[in-house]
């Protein structure tokens, strides 16, 4: 924090001659070399921002380029933010790595369930999963030990599966191998098959984590994990598509209109939870310090195409810096039901502004929407989905973050 002290004293300073004056001194060195080595980090979304499905956007090449020097190292500590859930970090990397001609590292990937790293509580437990793309070993990565699949839970109960009359089984058939009682839910994504799973996961809940007994309703039910509450995201298609978001909305419904209670998230991680931008400053530091920054990243900016997860999770982050630091005690983070945040590490983070910055190549299409935040972040103050910036793309956004920072 030295730097930053210089700067403060500098402009207290009441020497006649600031050219020979001490804190003057400090001033410039911080004032030359924050022009290289910068305070400010950035983080991006992926699909709407860089690229629509597997299509990369016309100026995301040209943007990653300024990031990098010569030698294709980045000179500013960056991190990729997704609410992806259906692949692994180092998968993600790979992809980005290509996409953008710029080496990604793993260690620069937040996915929509890598906050649930945190939650080791549950790491024994045994856990039924739902999504697409390798999500055993997306679980076993982040500390998972114990995890039955949806497609291991309808094949050991076929009669359970009855929508598709081209898989229904008809004839009774006893359960074809040993499913071990279900301790708590994690939704990575949405599925393939939603009827399969909104049905198997209300069977679990309504049997406690044991389908071979009759379903009793317990409330509390069991622990929920959840990850990726976006309604919508832009693909390769002409208009939004239902994203996990939608998903979790059918099954909290259907839960509710079952059992007139309402369905309760242990975890509520990606985007728009603090814990996810929590998360991803921890990163942040983490590459600032890899590329040899040594002075405080002080200013985040979060570069999105969703006013509902980019731009309301960055200004709600910000609003949980503020609060935290005006009380003596650690602030609950919506969707963090079941994280103790006093054994979560918080010393070295220090950003104080946050910026979001709105694309406009994604889900924005300039019209006012509908309120399409998650349930559990209700009601939303209008000035929280309000953009620091609004651009074009993602290479006016950097433009612009270089010209307020007076980074080149």
């Known amino acids: 924090m030295a730097a930053w002290r210089g700067y403060i004293l500098v402009n207290k300073c009441k020497s006649s001659s600031l050219q020979t004056c001490a804190c003057n001194i400090i001033y410039r060195q911080y004032h030359e070399t924050g022009r290289r080595t ?111 699949t949806v497609d291991q839970l309808r094949h050991a109960y076929p009669q359970l599966d009855c929508v598709d009359h081209q898989r229904r089984k008809i004839k009774a058939i006893a359960p074809t191998s040993a499913i071990p009682k279900l301790e708590a839910l ?130 709600l982050y910000q609003e949980y810096i503020r609060r935290n630091r005006r009380s003596k005690k650690r602030v609950t983070m919506q969707g963090a039901r079941g994280l103790d945040l006093s054994t979560q590490d918080f010393k070295g983070l220090t950003a104080d502004q946050c910026y979001s910055v709105l694309v406009k190549t994604g889900v924005y299409n300039g019209e006012e929407l509908l309120e399409h935040s998650p349930r559990d972040f209700l009601p939303v103050e209008s000035k929280l989905q309000e953009p620091s910036l609004t651009v074009t793309c993602v290479l006016e956004a950097i433009n612009t973050i270089f010209k307020r920072e007076n980074f080149s």
Request: glycine share 8%; proline share 5%.
């Open 186 to 315: 994690m939704l990575f994504g949405e599925p393939v098959r939603w009827e399969t799973s909104l049905q198997l996961l209300i069977d679990v809940l309504m049997t406690d984590g044991d389908l071979s007994r009759a379903p009793t309703a317990p409330y509390p039910h069991l622990p929920i994990l959840a990850c990726n509450m976006d309604l919508q995201w832009m693909a390769e298609a002409h208009m939004p598509r239902f994203g996990h978001g939608a998903f979790l909305l059918c099954l909290e419904a259907l839960y509710k209109k079952v059992t007139g209670n309402d369905l309760i998230y242990t975890a509520l991680v990606g985007k728009p939870s603090e814990i996810t931008y929590y998360h991803s400053e921890t990163m942040v530091q983490t590459h600032a310090r890899s590329l040899g920054i040594q002075h405080p990243i002080t200013k985040l900016y979060a570069i999105g195409d969703n006013i509902h997860t980019d731009i309301f999770g960055m200004n």
């Open 38 to 148: 910068p305070n400010f980090g950035l983080l991006f979304d992926i699909d709407g921002v860089i690229v629509r499905g597997q299509r990369i956007l016309p100026t995301a090449r040209e943007a990653f380029s300024l990031l990098v020097d010569k030698s294709g190292n980045f000179r500013v500590p960056t991190v990729f933010v997704t609410n992806a859930g259906n692949a692994l970090r180092s998968g993600k990397a790979e992809q980005l790595s290509q996409w953008l001609d710029v080496k990604v590292d793993e260690d620069q990937v937040v996915m929509a369930h890598s906050p649930l790293k945190m939650f080791d509580q549950y790491f024994d437990k045994q856990v039924l999963i739902s999504g697409q793309g390798p999500t055993q070993e997306i679980a076993h990565n982040l500390g998972f030990t114990n995890t039955t």
